[in-house]
């Protein structure tokens, strides 16, 4: 198996990504290689200032970055030789198993889209966050931000884009998946959420479990959480920002520990025909290093390959 790594995005290029790769490499099975895309003299000569093994890794020469301030859409085309560009060519051609960055998330939704391609029968495909709950469990929470306005159908397939997420990543058998709303009754809610919840409640494919408020988002009550990307980024926002200012008043406790996001490192971009996993910008290399390995088995759990099946 080969894991395509961006060495040029994100906020600490290229020295969080370097340092993540190499900590990853000692963690991954043997028969697993690293593919590190950047400017091929400055990766090798920073790693062996670091004493790691350079044959330890595939290096492919990628020298232009496409930046946070570069549109999306347009990037893709008029930088062919950016990290980002080179990476999903690479995945297209089954090169590479799986395709990680920390670098423009818009321009990895576009690159996904476009050049890897959206699964036949998926509408938009969509990304995750993992919420910690006070059992000690976790629930996938979708979408956390690449669709800001959903009609119910949208809605509907993020529930079972999640369950199969929960199903083939997190071994979750049959995961129980609830509607996030504003009330637990079947009536309450907007049009939208009125019309999601009774295709859900109708649903063969899915554990529907009905509707949970924001006050149970951390209880544990459901393993996939469904919502707009609207609402999940301000759920997922409001979450890194508590979890910040605990941390700022010097409150250490287990439970909120977990909320840091270098434990996660990274989300797969659920609904397209490879493996892309998108960290956050300001990602440290243990974050690095986390968006690897979990890279590292959504490849080995051929999710890919399950949601195509599912829906074909």
Not at 8 to 20: E, H, K
Not at 200 to 219: H, P, Q, Y
Not at 230 to 238: A, D, P, W, Y
Request: hydrophobic share 40%; net charge negative; proline share 4%.
């Amino acid at each position: 198996m080969k894991i395509g790594l961006d060495i040029l995005g994100g906020d600490f290029a290229p020295d969080a990504n370097i340092s993540g790769a190499i900590l990853a490499q000692k963690e991954l099975p043997q028969d697993v290689k690293i593919v590190l895309l950047g400017d091929k003299e400055s990766i090798e000569k920073d790693m062996i200032q670091r004493g790691a093994n350079v044959s330890d890794f595939e290096i492919v020469h990628a020298p232009d970055i496409i930046t946070m301030h570069d549109h999306p859409t347009r990037a893709i085309p008029q930088k062919p030789n950016s990290t980002i560009s080179v990476g999903f060519d690479l995945l297209a051609k089954k090169e590479i198993d799986a395709f990680a960055s920390t670098g423009n998330t818009g321009a990895m939704l576009v690159g996904a889209i476009y050049k890897v391609n959206t699964i036949p029968g998926v509408i938009r495909p969509c990304i995750t966050s993992v919420i910690p709950s006070f059992d000690g469990g976790s629930s996938v929470l979708l979408d956390v931000g690449s669709n800001a306005d959903c009609k119910p159908d949208v809605l509907y397939q993020f529930a079972v884009l999640g369950a199969l997420y929960a199903k083939n990543v997190y071994g979750i058998e049959n995961p129980k998946v609830a509607l996030l709303n504003i009330g637990e009754e079947e009536t309450k809610g907007n049009l939208l959420t009125i019309a999601v919840h009774k295709m859900l409640a109708e649903s063969e494919e899915v554990n529907f479990i009905g509707n949970i408020e924001g006050r149970d988002i951390f209880r544990g009550k459901a393993d996939v959480i469904v919502c707009d990307g609207f609402t999940g980024n301000i759920v997922l926002k409001q979450a890194e920002g508590f979890y910040h200012m605990l941390r700022k008043r010097g409150i250490q406790d287990e439970y909120f520990d977990r909320f840091n996001y270098e434990n996660y490192g990274g989300t797969p971009i659920l609904g397209v025909k490879g493996n892309v996993i998108i960290g956050h910008g300001i990602s440290n290399d243990i974050a690095v290093k986390n968006m690897v390995l979990h890279s590292y088995h959504v490849a080995k759990s051929g999710l890919a390959t399950r949601v195509n099946e599912a829906f074909n």
